[in-house]
């Protein structure tokens, strides 16, 4: 004699197998594995944090107010750019500071008539291993500065800020 609670057997055993299957395909395919290739993202990480950092060094307080960037590179004060530079490396939202052990090398380069010239304006003590970004700010110099003297300021300049970055 045949009756129906074979085919529901069957019904429910196919409808286990296929949510098994789905729950197998949900669980490895959200699984992350850092491979060799995936390496380079930390990389862009750190090229984004000096990026991010160059910028809010970069932008005034006030509406007609010179950034903080461009009064360190008029006034040639490399003390007061490396505090503040790391100081935007190092912070962490949400809990203070935090230490990065990041270390740089920053240039200058600028257009004089038709050479093009650098200024080294910070060295770092430690020689950058591997790994190392750059990043890069164009900075608006609207006064004379004893940093570049043969620079002519008969008109507003830019300068290009390279700033070599690594983790030590």
């Given amino acids: 004699m045949v009756n129906d609670d074979g085919q529901l057997y069957t019904i429910e055993?196919?409808?286990?197998?296929?949510?098994?299957?789905?729950?197998a395909y949900l669980v490895v395919s959200t699984t992350t594995v850092l491979t060799q290739q995936d390496v380079h993202i930390i990389d862009l990480q750190l090229q984004q944090l000096g990026n991010d950092a160059l910028a809010m060094m970069d932008t005034p307080n006030k509406y007609w107010d010179k950034s903080n960037l461009s009064i360190f590179i008029e006034g040639n004060k490399t003390n007061e750019f490396h505090n503040q530079f790391l100081a935007y490396l190092n912070a962490e939202s949400g809990s203070g500071m935090i230490t990065g052990n990041y270390e740089y090398n920053?240039?200058?380069?600028?257009?004089?008539?038709?050479?093009?010239?650098s200024y080294v304006f910070y060295e770092s003590q430690e020689y950058y291993r591997e790994n190392s970004v750059k990043v890069r700010r164009w900075v608006f110099l609207s006064d004379s500065s004893p940093l570049l003297p043969d620079l002519d300021?008969?008109?507003?300049?830019?300068?290009?800020?390279?700033?070599?970055?690594?983790r030590e």
């Fill in 106 to 117: 920053a240039t200058i380069y600028y257009q004089n008539s038709t050479e093009i010239n």
């Fill in 13 to 23: 055993g196919i409808a286990a197998a296929l949510m098994i299957v789905v729950t």
């Fill in 153 to 166: 300021f008969s008109v507003n300049r830019t300068v290009l800020l390279e700033v070599q970055l690594w």
